[in-house]
């Protein structure tokens, strides 16, 4: 499995009058794993929409164990155990500082042509990246 976490506290506007993160904000943390975690590779998202290829949601499965709350600081995780194709699945989770699971679930990406708007494979780039990552492991 290819892993990259980032952390970071919760803030106040993403929290509810009881100081507990709303539900919606936990893919938005999925999105901040996923992002980082390309940065990470040196192939940001900004980077594959300059080579003509966007990056859609599919769809979004997220599960929720423990509420993070105002003053947490969380760590948000994103995990690939397979060389894409025609779509790329995310293992997303986020913890926080205690370790306890707060929400998990798979984010599905798929690529499509900047130019057509067509479905198209994954960026040999990315196929590459994890390729190589996940032999290393």
Known sequence: MLE????????????????IVHHS?????FECARSAMMEEWG?????????????PIVSVECHYKH?????????CVAAVDK???????????????????????DVTLGFLNKATGLPT????????????GLKNK
């Not at 989770?93 to 370790?99: D, E, L, P, S, T």
């Open 83 to 105: 060389v894409p194709m025609a779509k790329m699945v995310i293992h997303q989770a986020v913890y926080n500082q205690n370790g306890d699971l707060c929400a998990y679930g």
């Open 4 to 19: 990259y976490s980032v952390s970071f506290p919760v803030r106040y506007y993403e929290t509810d009058q009881m100081g």
């Open 121 to 132: 494979r994954c960026p040999e780039k990315i196929v590459e990246i994890i390729s190589n």
């Open 25 to 29: 904000n936990y893919i938005r943390y």
């Open 67 to 75: 509420s993070a709350l105002m003053g947490d600081v969380v760590r």
């Open 43 to 55: 192939y940001p998202i900004q980077k594959c929409e300059e080579e003509g290829v966007t990056i």
